[in-house]
């Protein structure tokens, strides 16, 4: 086997709703999980120890040591099926680093779906998740791809069909936010008050399920959207541009500061996104479809 190349693509949470922090220090969440067409690639290729590259438009932000997710992911799969860590990684970084979008996480399930082909190892799907869930919260969503309802930290997963494939833009800021300080900031937020159990409307689902952009664009909403905005005030900025825009809908994409808007159709994405662009309230602007598949 010469080398081995996954294509993992970035996620954007549509609904997030979060519970109490628990006593571990997560917080309890219902989510619905969706992967957009913005990829990175995890190349594995023989190697003598772990070692990893990484290139393209995202990469002077990414960490190329062990503080990588990818290279974690790696030796975490290693020492599960027990078998040598040897493996020279790469990773083409167009998914944007502390964006709110689980790059690092998309990077890690390249790395476990990669190093199970290159090692031989024929991991389970259930096996494969495992790892991932023990690697951080997004890394089994990232795994699976497409659409799903997550519970737990993130990674207890339910797959959703969506009925029509849905176009969306995703607008980047200038820099990342750190997860951590956005749960934080919310904490601080509701700190006295009665939190409510997470929870995800059947509406939302029903939107879903019928691929009915419009009633899904009334029902996007971000539990951590308040949050990421008090830390980068700018962020109003780019939804009122979008909304403006006359988008379906508009939320913040997890702990940001990447915000998603949702549009009709591919040709509306590819206006808003020059649109968005011109505007001045976001460093880059994507035009994405959602729903796609990991792998390949
Ligand atoms: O799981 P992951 O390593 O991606 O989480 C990063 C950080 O985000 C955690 O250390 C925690 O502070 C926060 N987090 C949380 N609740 C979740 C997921 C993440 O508080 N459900």
Redesign the pocket.
């Known amino acids: 086997m010469l080398q081995v190349t996954t294509r993992v693509p970035a996620k954007i949470n549509m609904v997030l709703s979060v519970g109490p922090?628990r006593t571990d220090?997560?917080?309890?969440?219902v989510t619905v999980f969706h992967a957009v067409s913005l990829y990175d690639d995890v190349r594995a290729a023989p190697g003598d120890g772990l070692s990893l590259t990484v290139s393209g438009p995202y990469a002077d932000a990414t960490p190329a040591d062990d503080a990588n997710l990818a290279v974690r992911a790696a030796r975490t799969l290693a020492e599960h099926a027990r078998v040598p860590a040897d493996a020279a990684l790469d990773i083409h970084k167009a998914i944007p680093v502390a964006g709110g979008l689980a790059g690092g996480?998309a990077d890690a399930a390249g790395a476990l779906l990669a190093c199970d082909e290159l090692w031989g190892l024929g991991l389970s799907d259930a096996e494969l998740a495992a790892v991932a869930a023990g690697l951080?919260?997004?890394v089994p969503f990232a795994l699976a791809g497409g659409t799903a309802v997550g519970r737990g930290?993130?990674e207890r997963l339910g797959p959703v069909d969506v009925g029509s494939s849905l176009s969306w833009v995703l607008a980047v800021a200038d820099g990342g936010l750190p997860?951590?300080a956005v749960?934080a900031q919310l904490d601080a937020d509701r700190a006295g008050e009665p939190i409510a159990e997470p929870n995800v409307d059947d509406a939302v689902l029903d939107a879903l399920v019928a691929g009915d952009p419009v009633a899904l664009g009334e029902q996007l909403r971000n539990d951590m959207q308040d949050a990421a905005i008090a830390l980068r005030p700018a962020l109003a900025d780019t939804l009122r541009a979008g909304q403006h825009a006359g988008t379906l809908g508009a939320v913040v994409s997890g702990s940001g500061p990447t915000c998603a808007f949702l549009v009709r159709d591919d040709e509306h994405a590819a206006g808003l996104a020059a649109e968005l662009t011109s505007s001045g309230t976001c460093a880059a602007a994507y035009p994405v479809t959602g729903g796609v598949a990991t792998g390949g």
């Open positions: 922090r220090g997560f917080h309890d969440l996480s951080g919260s997004d930290r993130g997860t951590p749960y």
